[in-house]
């Protein structure tokens, strides 16, 4: 019998996960939704991404910014007695502020135009960054064929509660950054 308790356990325990998971996505879709356009998802470095999100909410919601961001994230794979395991770490972040914190009321649309710069290692300014420390780090490691840099445009909605949240991924040229 005690095989069998712990076999219910663990159903009600992932049935629980489950049922959470649902939870939070069917509150972020009754709050509203963001969407992201980009014309063209592929880049040189220092090109201009532009684009533009549309911001509807379903209700009222206290929003505390409303900014798109350009991420680069480090993949690594690594195998290990038979076994794969994959790390991801940010290693690059340029946020654009499109609003400051307000009230968005129920039924409130909005389209904001944004444009973030690819980056481009061989500008001074960047290349004085912390960015660009992780990000050169980050490409070395690109010679070890089990790494690779992912990056995406993300459009957020900080709100308070449950954030509205979308991404699309783009590819940036990284053999002219080297």
Same mark, same amino acid.
């Given at each position: 019998?005690?095989?069998? @308790?712990? +076999? ?11 049922? &959470? ?10 709050? $509203? ?11 040189? #470095? ?7 999100? *549309?911001?509807?909410?379903?209700? &009222? ?22 076994? @794969? ?14 609003? *400051? $914190? ?7 649309? /909005?389209?904001?135009?944004? !444009? +973030? ?6 500008? #001074? !300014? ?28 993300? &459009? ?8 509205? /949240?979308? /991404? ?9 950054? &080297?």
């Amino acid at each position: 019998m005690p095989k069998h @308790t712990l +076999l219910i356990v663990l159903a009600v325990a992932a049935c629980g996960v489950i049922a &959470a998971i649902i939870a939070y996505y069917v509150v972020r879709f009754m709050r $509203g939704t963001i969407r992201l356009s980009l014309p063209r998802t592929a880049f040189n #470095p220092g090109d201009a991404i532009t684009g533009s999100i *549309e911001l509807h909410t379903k209700r &009222a919601v206290r929003g505390n910014r409303l900014l798109v961001s350009l991420i680069g994230t480090q993949v690594t794979h690594t195998r290990d007695d038979g076994k @794969t395991r994959t790390r991801s770490r940010e290693v690059y972040r340029d946020d654009v502020l499109l609003e *400051e $914190g307000k009230e968005y009321r129920a039924g409130y649309t /909005a389209t904001h135009d944004f !444009e +973030l710069p690819a980056p481009n290692m061989n500008s #001074p !300014e960047f290349l004085n960054s912390t960015a660009a420390q992780a990000l050169t780090t980050a490409l070395r490691l690109l010679s070890n064929r089990s790494t690779r840099l992912k990056w995406k445009v993300e &459009a957020r909605l900080d709100a308070k509660g449950v954030d509205l /949240a979308t /991404a699309k991924h783009v590819s940036i040229n990284i053999r002219q950054l &080297a």
